[in-house]
DNA sequence: ATGAAAGCGCTAACAA
DNA sequence: TTGTTAGCGCTTTCAT
């Protein structure tokens, strides 16, 4: 192992002259810069990174807690966060939670072990009660509602207007009676707030909330979407509108509508949440709401990084609200 | 900060005794024990895992390097990857090198750095020219094709064989002029390797391989795929069956045929590869390869951490090619 | 502009 | 079973 020392030693300079090249700091004459230079590429030096964290107190990494990888939308909050990242020198490590809340506490704790610089947790098992476990007096930034009370940086989707703005898309395609498919609402989490933006529209428009028009389901993917679309039609429920609360469900719920021989967007128009990649290509291409995934993110690495970089300053907490479009497609275009 | 030695000061007990405490060694008597992690609860004493990597020469993390998080296919592979290294007690850091030769040359070079323990480089921009690059002395396990020739440990696809099957599947299903979607076909990699079984199984049943009906696509994704489908219909070109060598090849195919007013499966009949979570799902649901993703990310991880644990070792380089299904959708069941 | 000294917090190797 | 010593390779501080 070619150390700072043997690069040293070669270009007949001291250890820290060597280091002041890599780190390209001033006060090094050129020629001997040359001459560190020269030495370094010789016995193809290389840094050692876990010496420079050691030193500097920091690991040039940063934690993402998600609920799971493989998935349209967190695979793209995680390849934005990555490339994001990487204009800072960072480098991301994901984990993977479940959308459980031991899980999450767990990254919470893992940030603290100082193996990352910071955390960005996507928030998805934590409740308003955990809301205490969040000061923490490391860099976080949560990525989700803004559930918590506590003075957290976050970054949030605009879940109550978008819902309300894609439901009353359905009602100005004519819908009167939309059912929604969504996760559990017990709490003040992202599906109860994309079920309250549903609940809004329907009463702003006059419209009847039908409790059996409220259909939630358990994992939202799509295979709780295709199955529970399949049972609705199959049950003879009567419905002409669908809100998904995300893309995964919809996407599902199109197929499971299929199956059941009902007609999209004829009999019914769906609409999802979140603008996934494949959207655009499904048959019928799916509606959705388009959030503004990449600022999304690259806000969370700005929060982040800040708190990073300034680890004392008592920097005001920060929430984050990205803007939203409807994208108008096949499924509610009938 | 509280360090080892603080705890080790409360304890009455040297720095070396809580160390082995942390670390699970033996030879510490339970009283002892007991005293030192009271002291590291008062103390809320939480590790540096820059200090122990520095020690140890470990850093505990992975790297896992592909083309891009943001598709079906490699977003499976992150998720399964985490979870297997997660077992290991590793972590994974993900680097997104958009398929390039310098990106990909770059991931191995921060491996060397010694960020990673070990690196699993997903090759897509890598040839064969590059094979001497491949012989670090660091681990790193290949998931690809054996492009290399050089001493490597890689993980691969059944390429040949199962786009050798894909095609004889549209065979049997009747398709005599079958239309193959893949990347170039310069050297030997992925697309070539598909291109090749596409052509045995041709030259098998005696079908004459008419150059018109090979499609190249520059990026392999689902906008790719729409264009070129709706392209090779609009321009009338006479084909019944068509292999995308990949699903999001596929599943822009679909749509492209759609949009050109084409019927799948009753005109043309369209086989994907990869078998991603949303294969099943679409609409008509793609028929596909399927290999063990999960096998041959948990054969990576595996391969790599053997060279991890003994590092010096001379073990011979392995290569482990997974098996395959044919998955039989509506894309070719009409 | 360059260098010497002193750690960063931990652990391997040896000593007691 | 426990403690002492001596680094891991780098950077910060302060001299020169």
Redesign the pocket.
């Known amino acids: 192992?070619v150390?700072?020392?043997d690069v040293a030693k070669a270009a007949?300079?001291?250890?820290?002259?060597v280091?002041?090249v890599?780190?390209d700091h001033?006060?090094?004459?050129p020629?001997?810069r040359e001459k560190v230079l020269d030495a370094m590429a010789r016995l193809h030096y290389r840094?050692?990174v876990a010496?420079?964290n050691?030193?500097?107190?920091r690991t040039g990494t940063i934690g993402l807690a998600v609920p799971e990888v493989n998935s349209p939308y967190y695979s793209r909050l995680a390849a934005t966060v990555i490339t994001a990242a990487e204009r800072h020198d960072l480098r991301v490590s994901i984990e993977q939670t479940g959308a459980s809340r031991e899980n999450e506490l767990a990254a919470l704790a893992l940030s603290r072990y100082r193996l990352y610089d910071g955390l960005i947790l996507s928030a998805a098992g934590l409740g308003p009660a955990d809301a205490g476990r969040l000061k923490v007096d490391h860099p976080v930034v949560i990525l989700g509602e803004r559930i918590f009370g506590g003075p957290v940086d976050h970054v949030a989707m605009p879940n109550v207007d978008a819902s309300e703005a894609a439901t009353r898309h359905l009602i100005e395609r004519g819908c009167r009676r939309i059912a929604i498919l969504c996760g559990p609402v017990e709490e003040v989490d992202v599906a109860s707030l994309r079920f309250t933006g549903y609940r809004q529209a329907l009463e702003k428009a006059g419209l009847p909330a039908d409790p059996a028009l409220i259909q939630t389901v358990g994992r939202q993917d799509m295979r709780e979407g295709a199955e529970r679309a399949r049972e609705m039609a199959g049950s003879g429920l009567d419905f002409d509108g669908l809100f998904c609360v995300n893309d995964s469900l919809a996407m599902g719920a199109l197929r499971g509508l299929v199956d059941a021989g009902v007609q999209v967007p004829d009999q019914v128009k769906v609409i999802g949440f979140d603008n996934v990649k494949e959207s655009e290509f499904l048959i019928p291409s799916l509606s959705t709401i388009a959030p503004d995934h990449d600022l999304m993110a690259e806000k969370a690495v700005d929060l982040l990084i800040r708190r990073i970089e300034e680890p004392g300053a008592r920097i005001e907490h920060e929430e984050f609200v990205s803007g939203f479009s409807v994208v108008v497609r096949e499924s509610t275009d009938g």
Chains 1, 2 share one sequence.
């Open positions: 192992m150390t700072i020392r007949g300079v001291s250890a820290m002259t280091s002041n890599i780190n001033p006060n090094v004459r020629a001997t840094v050692n010496a420079r050691l030193s500097k107190g």
